[in-house]
């Protein structure tokens, strides 16, 4: 199963907000012919009506994918419609949070090929990193499929098993929000030191982002970045002393939040 499978025998898009299309924008701008793809979604954005993609049109009979993208609280309305396809040869991939693969297993049976994927927003840019896991009946055709479709949005990674996606959920799934979070303190801290508000926006949100496009282009680790930026006695030395603080710095802070998120996910699975 390939690319050349999904433009002879299509692929249907359940839902469409804004990783839906996201990822929409990512397979038009590939290439993905339009009559390829088929958009199921009760208020379709002017985006995808504008596309020429079908839109609301009864399922084929027999897609290559179908990528689910609703919310997580309409799952169990949405997912009995695609039932006609389960135990077959469409692949079923999920973007949706907190639906576990046994789950979709017990609706459209245990035969059919799934893959659960967690992307994360970034992917609106195309900067998102997106992991996946398969059931035992998606093999390696249906994965390198999966992988094509969302790295159209970014980065695709694979785990070991799919326990590793509450962890994955809480570190890059909601991590975005944490990196957004640093970004509003460290201008208000800014702020707080004399600085103008619009002024310490500007220079937190560079900072952030420079900062991490830097990481990711570098050779060195980010341990060793920080070092770079690190005189002895000096300013940033002075603010690490604080931040690094195993009772009340970004180690004690970060791993208490991600531990929240990920119990909170494996709450939500249950």
């Known amino acids: 199963m390939d690319m050349d499978t999904v433009r002879a025998r299509g692929l249907v898009l359940l839902g469409c907000g804004k990783m839906g299309s996201a990822l929409l924008e990512g397979w038009l701008r590939q290439g993905l012919p339009a009559r390829s793809i088929r958009v199921i979604d009760p208020h379709p954005s002017d985006l995808v009506l504008r596309s020429g993609v079908e839109v609301n049109t009864p399922l084929p009979e027999s897609p290559a994918i179908v990528l689910i993208a609703v919310k997580p609280q309409i799952m169990a309305e949405a997912l009995p419609g695609l039932r006609s396809l389960g135990n077959g040869a469409t692949l079923v991939l999920s973007i949706a949070a907190g639906t576990r693969i046994s789950q979709y ?152 939040a991600v531990k929240a998120a990920a119990d909170r996910s494996r709450e939500l699975g249950k």
């Open 105 to 256: 297993e017990q609706v459209l049976g245990a035969k059919t090929p799934i893959v659960r994927a967690m992307p994360n927003t970034p992917a609106a840019i195309g900067r998102g990193i997106t992991a996946i896991i398969g059931n035992a009946q998606a093999g390696e055709p249906h994965l390198a499929l999966a992988e094509a479709l969302l790295s159209a949005v970014g980065q695709v990674v694979r785990l070991e098993g799919e326990h590793q996606m509450d962890a994955v959920t809480a570190v890059s799934g909601s991590g975005p929000a944490y990196v957004f979070h640093l970004i509003e303190t460290l201008a208000a801290a800014g702020e707080a030191e004399g600085l103008p508000a619009p002024l310490a926006m500007q220079l937190a949100r560079a900072t952030v982002a420079g900062a991490g496009a830097l990481a990711e282009a570098a050779q060195e680790s980010p341990a060793q970045l920080r070092s770079n930026v690190t005189s002895p006695g000096g300013t940033t030395a002075a603010a690490l002393e604080e931040l690094m603080d195993d009772a009340a710095g970004f180690p004690y802070l970060l791993k208490k």
